[in-house]
């Protein structure tokens, strides 16, 4: 029996490992699309039945959730990255650096791994293989936001860009919305994953799918977490007074397209990219960055003992540097627990504001029901 062979079949049984992040406004549809891609409740939806705190500003976290999968036969350790709270508030700009550092700690844990003498076994690779970012379905053009998200995160991810909760639009508003969010990617010059083939070395089939891909652009997506029966079969679907909407039915929504490609026929060119691509233009540009005072200092002498001293002080800037990293990524910790505690305590000021009112309102009252002497 080859070696291989074996290596395979223990590859399989325990499962193949992918990482999606998923990132859109409140109400987009970002929930309830997880747990309809993973046919269960892995993401809780947001409570916003307090009327006093649902208005309130609430800063990003990023959550990692692992769930267990299996699609067409082959079995995923699904690893889906949420962030809730992004597109919340009036300034992003600490949400588009909290997203740039998680995914770029994702790459420094695995190039310290790879660095190691022995390596732990036992290791988790986490880098994330695709981010699917939720368009809100305005009909309109891209937003502000969502250009500078999809820039900003296009060179340290698959970014493929999704329609939420496109059911809320009719098929000709969605065509045209899909229409004008490709002239805005091309105008912008957004590198999006856009499903890459070549004509000359891929064969025919290849090329004829990631065209119909390619065409899908942005993905008009929908999800539903009731099933209902139709036809005597239970699907996952959405019922309006107009008529049903089906999640897996190609005229209704492109869920069941997207979801073949990124758990299915596409699951590893997406991790291949990460690897190959996104990995190690990373790995190059921080490596180039550590190594610049080294070999500068290299080219003014050749003496072993100031090459020694060399590195010494490279490793010690580097040190430094991951210390002010730290220190930045406290920094930004800080600020959102002040902006939090601050729209808490403004909160309470106005919930005593209206308390006082009520009061002043009742003792008017009972003034003006006492009798008079």
Not at 352 to 367: F, H, I, K, T, V
Request: proline content about 5%; aromatic content about 6%.
């Amino acid at each position: 029996m080859p070696p291989n062979a074996t290596r395979r079949r223990r590859s399989k049984a325990k499962g193949v490992g992918f990482t999606i992040m998923v990132v859109g406004a409140s109400g987009t549809g970002r929930t309830t699309f997880v747990n309809t891609l993973c046919e269960s409740e892995v993401l809780p939806h947001k409570d916003c039945n307090n009327p006093e705190t649902a208005a309130l500003e609430t800063s990003i976290s990023i959550k990692p959730v692992n769930v267990d999968i299996e699609e067409e036969g082959m079995r995923i350790n699904l690893t889906i990255v949420d962030t809730p709270g992004f597109g919340d508030n009036v300034n992003n700009d600490l949400a588009f650096q909290e997203i740039v550092n998680y995914l770029e700690r994702q790459y420094d844990d695995i190039l310290a791994e790879q660095s190691r003498i022995k390596r732990d076994p036992r290791f988790r690779d986490n880098r994330v293989h695709c981010l699917l970012y939720f368009i809100p379905p305005t009909g309109h053009h891209l937003r502000e936001i969502d250009v500078n998200l999809m820039q900003k995160l296009s060179h340290r991810v698959n970014v493929i860009p999704v329609i939420g909760r496109s059911d809320s639009l009719t098929l000709s508003e969605l065509k045209a919305f899909k229409k004008r969010i490709m002239e805005d990617i091309l105008h912008y010059d957004i590198p999006v994953y856009n499903f890459p083939y070549d004509v000359e070395e891929d064969d025919e089939d290849t090329v004829q799918e990631n065209q119909e891909l390619r065409s899908l652009l942005p993905f008009a997506v929908m999800g539903s977490e009731e099933e209902i029966q139709i036809d005597g079969e239970y699907v996952r679907a959405r019922v309006y007074p107009w008529g049903t909407a089906i999640v897996d039915d190609p005229e209704h929504s492109d869920f069941s397209r997207l979801k073949g490609a990124i758990l299915g026929s596409h699951l590893y060119d997406l991790k291949s990219l990460t690897e190959d691509v996104l990995y190690e233009t990373y790995r190059t540009e921080k490596l180039t960055r550590n190594a610049g005072p080294y070999l500068e200092s290299r080219e003014s002498t050749m003496l072993p003992a100031e090459d020694l001293a060399n590195q010494s002080v490279r490793l010690k800037e580097e040190q430094l540097r991951k210390e002010e990293e730290k220190l930045r990524e406290i920094e930004l910790r800080v600020q959102r627990e002040i902006h939090e505690k601050r729209q808490q305590l403004l909160a309470k000021e106005e919930s005593l504001r209206n308390l006082e009112s009520r009061l002043a309102a009742q003792g008017s009252d009972s003034m003006l029901g006492s009798p008079m002497f």
